[in-house]
């Protein structure tokens, strides 16, 4: 797509998510205004997004929630806490967590990182367990550092719009060129992940997609079948 036509698009994108807020919060995004943290999950902290984004790999939202409550209650929900946690200890309070073990290692090295200096993303991209996706969401929902995390959803949902595949670096790129604000990135994120999870799966459900007038595929200009990314 060419990039003045994914600039309008992505402009048209927002504005439906933005008129559908009630949709996105069904799936735990809440548009807020853009420093605050409730926008991921409507969780209270910075700390709070950072933990929750390293649990939530190939895990239920729903158990990384009920994870976060136990360490509020156990006043192991901040960064310095966790930094000052053996493995041994961390892994038990995560215990329901997928991958626990792994985690606890990534979760330590992350708060021991964070506590120190405001984060870059290469020092986050060299901690073990944290690639770009988990990167660009702390720093964007947690750090408000302009950046936009690329997700399957973002590569699906992005090639049948356009009814052909763009590099997900391609549409990153052009998206972070402009002066798009920080609320903007959060809602187009959290908008894209909400239609993923909804409507956009292996064999689309467009009829009630919130983005289907934006859609080749919605719109019956391309189809699915023929669009591999
Ligand atoms: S209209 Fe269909 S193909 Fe397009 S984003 Fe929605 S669910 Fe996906």
Redesign the pocket.
């Known amino acids: 797509m060419q990039s003045k036509e994914l600039l309008h698009r992505i402009v048209l994108l927002n504005k439906e998510f933005d008129r559908s807020r009630d949709f996105l919060a069904k799936y735990r995004w809440f548009v807020s205004p853009e420093d605050s943290p409730k926008w991921w999950g409507g969780l209270d902290s910075r700390d709070e997004i950072v933990i929750s984004a390293i649990l939530v790999q190939q895990t239920r939202w729903e158990q990384v929630e009920k994870t976060i409550s136990e360490m509020k209650r156990s006043g192991v929900n901040d960064l310095r806490k966790i930094a000052s946690l053996s493995e041994k200890d961390l892994d038990s309070i995560i215990a329901k967590i997928n991958f626990h073990r792994s985690k606890a290692k990534t979760l330590i090295e992350a708060a021991r990182l964070l506590i120190k200096s405001n984060p870059s993303r290469e020092a986050l991209l060299s901690i073990k367990g944290i690639g770009e996706e988990t990167a660009d969401s702390i720093l964007l929902f947690g750090f408000n550092v302009r950046t936009l995390p690329i997700n399957y959803f973002f590569r699906i949902?992005f090639s049948?719009?356009s009814g052909k595949v763009d590099s997900p670096k391609y549409i990153r790129d052009i998206v972070l060129k402009q002066d798009f604000s920080l609320f903007e990135l959060k809602l187009l994120y959290a908008g894209l992940s909400t239609?993923g999870k909804a409507?956009?799966k292996r064999v689309?459900?467009?009829n009630t997609?919130i983005?289907?007038n934006l859609?080749n595929?919605?719109t019956g200009k391309a189809d699915?079948t023929t669009i591999h990314f």
């Open positions: 949902i049948r719009i239609v409507n956009c689309p459900v467009c997609c983005i289907k859609c595929v919605g699915y």
